[in-house]
Nanobody, 125 residues
């Protein structure tokens, strides 16, 4: 099994920055790719960014491309999401997720076996 735990969320004014971390433990070698999602109340969970564990290749949703950067430190078993130029519409609970197969649509929550508990990000205008 893989355990995931997010940290680094908080409150920030529009235009500010935050960096989220996701610490992974357990059978981390089984992970093929990891992603960041967010979910606001009453809305569906949306995929923001993904990174392939072995190659480091990344992909982003259009809504965050150019503002958010996903990265990983395999030695520390930690995933990061650097969030810049934050907007009020970025307010949501942010989750990291890990997939243990090479297939699946990264933006689909159903592709992931492991999830963190979430970290709240609140952006004020």
């Amino acid at each position: 099994q893989v355990q995931l735990m997010e940290s680094g969320g908080g409150s920030v004014q529009a235009g500010g920055s935050l960096r989220l971390s996701c610490a992974a433990s357990g059978a981390t070698d089984s992970t093929y790719y990891m992603s960041w999602f967010r979910q606001a109340p009453g809305k569906e969970r949306e995929g923001l960014a993904t990174i392939y564990a072995r190659s480091g290749n990344t992909y982003y949703a259009d809504s965050v491309k150019g503002r958010f950067t996903i990265s990983q430190d395999n030695a520390k078993n930690t995933l990061y999401l650097q969030m810049n130029t934050l907007k009020p519409e970025d307010t949501a609970m942010y989750y990291c997720a890990a997939a243990n197969t090479a297939y699946g649509l990264w933006r689909s929550p159903r592709s992931y076996k492991y999830w963190g508990q979430g970290s709240q990000v609140t952006v004020s205008s």
